[in-house]
């Protein structure tokens, strides 16, 4: 399996500094490691260091760069402390979910301290150049793919057994719009279940689709948040 996209979103987490292109053709808030190997995609990005990084060097403290990020994502901001990710479909972690387009993700400041109201709170978009008309049972088989995908890459360790347990499940809300109920595992820090709860949407974006989800724990503490950034979300112009 190709592990570039994952690992970007692993420098994401781990709170890799500035802005810029980064390796596997993902754009983010935060520069990769010198080299993105299984053994920094698969460490655990809670920790506020990059993996590898000295204690004390640029590369462990810096911040993201949310300013950057925003100017370069004019259809969608990116709140004050947050960090961001851009990844091009097909998603190296999850071939299954077969679009065009990209995946855009907004992380909180705490999304992977288990302590943190931010905890696996989390918002992304898919913009996808193809039409995407999912209904319900479609879009609960892509999340799972997408899912199992992720928490398979992550876990080179093979911490997590129960990989067969992961699962998405997505129930029609109106027009467009879906309930999201996902069981998953924190692959990337604690190893153990957990389970999101969310909403997802499709809206037409010219001759494609912008979908957008907001997932969380029901403990969440900033779900109005996360409903809020959700709903800031554009169609390019």
């Known amino acids: 399996m190709k592990l570039g996209s994952l690992g970007i979103l692993a420098c994401l987490l781990a709170a890799c500094s500035s802005s810029g292109s980064s390796a596997g053709g993902g754009t983010g808030s935060g520069a990769p490691p010198a080299a993105a190997t299984p053994a920094t995609q698969a460490a655990a990005p809670g920790a506020a260091a990059t993996p590898g990084a000295p204690a004390g060097s ?10 950057a990020a925003a100017q370069a994502d004019p259809q969608w901001a990116v709140p004050a402390g947050w960090r961001t990710e851009v990844i091009p479909f097909p998603l190296d972690f999850a071939p299954a979910v077969e679009h065009q387009g990209q995946e855009v993700l907004r992380f909180p400041p705490g999304f992977l301290d288990p302590a943190s109201g931010d905890y696996w709170s989390y ?75 969310g909403w997802a949407q499709r809206r037409p974006c010219r001759a494609g689709a912008l979908w957008v989800f907001v997932l969380a724990p029901a403990k969440t503490a900033i779900r109005s948040q996360l409903d809020e950034l959700a709903r800031g979300a554009s169609c390019p112009t």
């Open 123 to 197: 918002a992304f978009v898919w913009r996808t150049e193809d039409p995407a008309e999912l209904g319900a049972a479609a879009l609960g088989t892509e999340l799972t793919a997408y899912f199992r995908g992720l928490i398979a890459a992550v876990d080179q360790k093979q911490r997590i057994q129960a990989r067969g347990e992961i699962v998405a499940r997505a129930e029609p809300d109106g027009a467009g719009r879906f309930r999201l109920a996902v069981h998953a595992f924190d692959a990337f820090k604690t190893a153990e279940p957990i389970d999101l709860t």
């Open 58 to 67: 640029a590369a462990a403290a810096a911040p993201a760069a949310p300013a």
